[in-house]
């Protein structure tokens, strides 16, 4: 290697290393660093007298008495998490099936039909992102209230309007789950339908295929990594999520992992059971993510 070769190879190493450095810094100071904090006061412990968390920042003092009273608050016999789980995964399940069943058919006719109106049509689309989570459930509050547009609207057409859809009811909170991670569903399949090649859908209907059976046997089945990523899109971020259950019902019985973690961390001496919780919640939420980045790999190499 001449001297010339060498110095451009450094210099070129020293630019996507400053390149590279603030996503690095960035990772550190907001993922690595709060990770660390997370398991410190996981495994510390609680000041008696003030019923204040006490981080153990040396792994080797790590106590495992958080653990434990986790682990019995879930499989214990006066566990109390155990009903709470089970609900988020029954949420999020159906909350992903419903979004996955709208989103579907509305990414295909943007990605099909929407010929010249495909640029309006992203525009709504996307246009929830502009508007913050919190106010998006703060208008279904009004929505949904006794005198809102919902009963208001049964009434108009004969049925019962006098539903309390913020008591404590499961469908509220539902569907506000999907109401407010659909957009993504949505975005995602439209990306991957309008990649799809027109050609290899004009041959099937060459081949004799109706349109109903191309969209079965072709469409469908190569659009599965973008329902798969929609899936884990969706179903993610609901397994953690508190915040719609807290605005729509907050009542014990719809109650999910995340407002147990919440009311933990807002609770004087529970806080380090609320870090362990929330590992165990991400312990959980990795073994899919890491399925799908795996299967996405292995799918991409046999592709290539």
């Keep these: 290697m001449s001297a010339l070769s060498y110095t451009r190879d450094r210099r070129n190493r020293g ?8 996503g690095v810094i960035w990772l550190l100071v907001l993922f690595v660093v709060p990770f660390y904090v997370m398991l410190s006061v996981a495994g510390g412990g609680v000041n008696e007298f003030f019923q204040t968390v006490v981080p153990i920042w040396n792994p080797l003092h790590w106590s495992s008495w958080n653990l434990s009273a986790v682990w019995h608050e879930i499989f214990g016999s006066g566990s109390f998490i155990g009903p709470p789980a089970l609900r988020t995964l029954i949420y999020t399940a159906i909350a992903t099936v419903i979004s996955l069943a709208i989103a579907y058919p509305v990414a295909y006719f943007v990605s099909r039909y929407a010929g010249r109106r495909k640029t309006l049509y992203l525009v709504l689309l996307i246009a929830p992102f502009w508007v913050s989570y ?67 859908l004009e041959a099937a209907r060459d081949l004799g295929l109706s349109k109903w ?8 089945p190569l659009s599965k990594p973008a329902l798969i990523a929609g899936t884990f899109i969706t179903a993610l971020p609901m397994l953690g999520d508190y915040y719609t259950n807290q605005l729509l019902s907050g009542a014990p019985g719809t109650t999910m992992v995340g407002n147990v973690i919440e009311g933990q961390l807002d609770s004087p001496g529970e806080v380090g059971q609320g870090a362990v919780l929330s590992l165990m919640l991400l312990v959980v939420l990795l073994i899919p993510m890491i399925y799908y ?3 996405t790999a292995r799918a991409s190499m046999e592709n290539a």
Aim: hydrophobic letters at 55%.
């Design 293 to 295: 980045v795996v299967s």
């Design 15 to 22: 630019l996507w290393i400053a390149l590279a450095l603030p």
């Design 134 to 200: 919190m106010m998006r459930m703060l208008a279904w509050i009004d929505l949904l209230q006794q005198g809102g547009f919902v009963n208001s609207t049964l009434s108009f057409f004969g049925l019962p309007g006098n539903t309390n859809w913020l008591g404590g009811k499961s469908v509220t909170v539902i569907f506000g789950l999907v109401y407010g991670y659909i957009p993504y569903v949505i975005l995602v399949l439209y990306a991957f339908l309008d990649r799809i090649d027109q050609s290899m």
């Design 213 to 220: 059976r191309t969209f079965w046997h072709v469409t469908l």
